[in-house]
């Protein structure tokens, strides 16, 4: 499935290795737990309404890809630790993931961590991941229009002590994006200059 690459839409919906696109375009994975936000900030980072958002978690099935204004595919993958699916498609997705990540493509990984929840045993698994296949990766601490000044500084403090520097965003009112978007664009030139160098 392709739409107008111009527009931040969707390029692939992936659920087989055979599926993953073959335009060479380096990809940002977006992961984190189920409920985290995942669609939400998609949508705002790609300026557009392409990215489902759900009421219910655990609703994204497979790697989605969505092509931004600057080049490069957000890679969309299924949240981690929701437990309402089958262990065979739990373990279908782990492989996928393995897949992608080996792949060479993903330049950066984006670990999204709920700003309300910072002690999650299922964020330090997906960095400890991240860290052994060798992505570098940006901790985001979501939803953060949802904590008061006081609760901004304990969030803060929390998230860096165990994932280190931390970029907080809020998909609802957009505070932080721009923030997070430069911080994405330098993250992708290092890696294409480490590529080349």
Same mark, same amino acid.
């Given at each position: 499935m392709k &739409?107008?690459?111009?527009? +931040?839409?969707l390029v692939a919906a992936v659920h087989r290795r055979e599926d993953f696109p073959k335009d060479g375009h380096p990809a940002v994975a977006v992961v984190g737990r189920s409920n985290v936000g995942k669609s939400s900030l998609l949508n705002r980072l790609l300026g557009?309404? *392409?990215?489902?958002? +759900?009421?219910?978690p655990g609703? &994204?099935?497979?790697?989605?890809?969505?092509? &931004?204004?600057? +080049?490069?595919?957000?890679?969309?993958?299924?949240?981690?630790?929701?437990? %309402?699916? *089958? %262990?065979?498609e739990r373990e279908g997705w782990a492989r996928l993931?393995?897949?992608?990540?080996? *792949?060479?493509?993903?330049?950066?990984?984006?670990?999204l961590i709920d700003s309300r929840v910072t002690d999650s045993a299922?964020?330090?698994?997906? %960095?400890?991941?991240?860290?052994?296949?060798?992505?570098p990766s940006l901790a985001v601490a979501t939803?953060?229009?949802?904590?008061?000044?006081?609760?901004?500084?304990?969030?803060?403090?929390?998230?860096?002590? +165990?994932? !280190?520097?931390?970029?907080?965003? *809020?998909?609802? &009112? !957009?505070e932080g994006i721009d923030e997070l978007r430069r911080e994405i664009r330098r993250s992708i030139s290092r890696g294409e200059e480490r590529a080349h160098g």
């Open positions: &739409t107008n690459a111009s527009r +931040g839409g557009s309404v *392409s990215a489902r958002v +759900g009421k219910t609703k &994204t099935r497979g790697i989605y890809f969505y092509a &931004t204004r600057e +080049g490069h595919h957000f890679a969309d993958l299924p949240g981690a630790g929701y437990a %309402r699916r *089958s %262990r065979e993931a393995d897949e992608l990540f080996g *792949s060479g493509r993903v330049t950066l990984a984006l670990r299922a964020d330090v698994e997906i %960095r400890d991941y991240l860290e052994n296949a060798g992505i939803k953060w229009d949802r904590l008061g000044s006081a609760e901004r500084v304990r969030a803060r403090r929390a998230i860096e002590a +165990g994932h !280190g520097a931390v970029w907080p965003v *809020s998909a609802k &009112t !957009g």
